[in-house]
Each structure stands twice: as C-alpha cells, then as structure tokens.
C-alpha cells in the first residue's frame, strides 16, 4: 500500500513537472516571436517626439499636434496629441523597416464618445504617407471628399508625408462621418483605399 | 520524493513570478477573430491602454469605457502593429473606467495591455 502510495505520489510530482516545463515553454515562445508590450511602452514613454504636423484648435476642441517618434526598440510611431500635452498620445507604431505596412498610406482614427456616431464629440484623423502619394482625400459616408493638407516629413532618414485633420462637429452630429481615406499619385491616379470602418 | 516536491514547488514559483511580470496584458497574447473584444476591471488608476500584433495591417480599436455613462472616451483604430490610446483625466473628478480593445477583422495573434 505504502509503495503504490509513493508510485502516485511521484507520478503526480512528474506530471506537475511535465506541466510546468510545457506551459514555461509556451509562455517563452510566446515571448520570443511576440512583441514585447513592456519594452515598447517604455521607449513610447520616453524617445523624442517630432513635430509632423498641426490640427488646430475649432468649436472648443484643444489644438492637437501630429508627432513622428523613432523609438529605441526599431519602431516609428504616429501620434495625434493635444499640443499642450504632447504625453497623452494617441495612435500606434509599426516596424521602422516598415513604417507603412507595405501600404502607400498609414492612418489612425481617434475619436471622444461614442461608439454610436451621433454622440462623438470630437474626431480627428492623422496619417503618413509614401513621398510618391502626391494628396489624400476622406471620402465621408454622404459621398462628400474633404481634401488632407499633407506636410513633408523627414522619418528613419526617408522622405514621407505627414497629415492630420479634425472632423467637423456639425458633420458628426448629422451622422456625416468618414468611411474611407483615399491616396492619389500625381497623375490623379487612385493608389490605396482604406475603409475606416467608422459607421456610427 | 522530497526533490521533485521542491523541484515542482520551485517550477510553479518560477512560472507565478513569470506571470505577474506581464501581468499588465489583460487579453492575450493569442488569435482574435473578427468582433471579438476583452475588457479590464474598472478602476480609476489605468493610464494608457495598447492592442499590439504580431506583425502590422489587422485593424483594431482600443478605449476607455466609463463606468456611469458607459460611453467611449479616447478611442483610436488603426491598423498599426502598436494601436494605443490614454485614459480620460479630469482635475475635478475621480473618473472610473475600464480598458477595452476590440479586433475589427480576423484572425491575427496579439494582446491587449494596461498600464
């Protein structure tokens, strides 16, 4: 009886073992093929921020600042901000190698309020696109085109374009809101499309 | 016997430290399809909130989700391998929230973080 005993005993403290050398391995797999979320935020917190471009100030909405960050860890970053606070960012980071995600246009959405289009408060929309994207245009879900004011800027030592834009309040109250963004060479030829997914 | 109950206790330890150093993922890291979403606990202490992926293109949201309105506040979407946004501030009151993040398209591999 004493044997079987001990014969479970030492197949459980086994099994534990087998399941913890398992699980420690998926946990360090998931950590090397994984972006390490920690690292990134960290280097967020605290690489240089450039300025790109401005959205300024309307209806009582604060002026906000579109920054471009080269961080440590390999990464460039686009951030729409309140310009008194450049710290509260808003927007995300890709790979330096890849800034654009294979895309001619890379843009980001923010918005207060919501999820429901008739109660946001205030949207805007920054982007940056490759130098051979010569403009932008948002085209809203009423078939109305508002046109981006892209500014040239320098990012990982390549020539890109940077935007950022504000959404009018009136608009959005209507239920007037952006369904795509549209790039175009100098030709006037339609390059990237990329529905927002912003339907209210 | 006694060695592979230390060894065991050891290992589960080791696999607890492991654990609450990333203990600010609160979704993840794993595959998302399309409209799944994952929420934190509501406090007034997060401050920023981050879905990230393995590899950039999958469009994705991240917010703040009050606890009296329920409403959405600093919401962004983007389809960046780093989406992040953070927590609403007011000097005149205690705001109480939860992170949520939300993956607009399917499948891809990631995690959503607080801070």
Redesign the interface.
Known sequence: MKLIT?RW??LG??A??AA??T??GV?AA??T???N??R??KA?EKDPLVLAADIPAAGGAARHSVLVQETSTG?I??WDVPSATPG????????AD?PL??RPL??????????AMA?VRDARLIGLTAANVASVEVVMNDGTRRPMRLEQARVGGAEYFAFGYRFKAGDLRRGIGPAAVVAFDDSGVEIDR?A???TG | ?KR??V??VL??V??MV?SSA?A??YAG?RQWYAGQTASTAFSPTWI?N?F???G??F?KTVTFIDNVSY????????????????A??SPFRVITDKGHCKA?VGYF?G?C?I?
């Open positions: 001990r005993a030492v403290a086994t534990i073992l913890s050398i699980a420690g946990i998931q950590l093929t994984f972006e979320p920690d990134l935020a967020i990464h970053c686009l509260l960012k808003q927007g995300g980071c890709n790979s890849d995600a294979g890379s843009v980001s959405f923010s918005y207060d309020g919501g999820p109660s990329q927002t997914g912003f | 016997m592979f109950a060894v065991a290992l589960l080791s696999l492991v990333v600010a993922i890291p920023r981050a990230s992926t393995y950039s293109g469009d409403s959405w506040h600093n919401t962004v979407r983007n389809t960046s391998s780093w989406t992040e946004t953070y609403p501030y607009n591999w995690s973080s801070y």
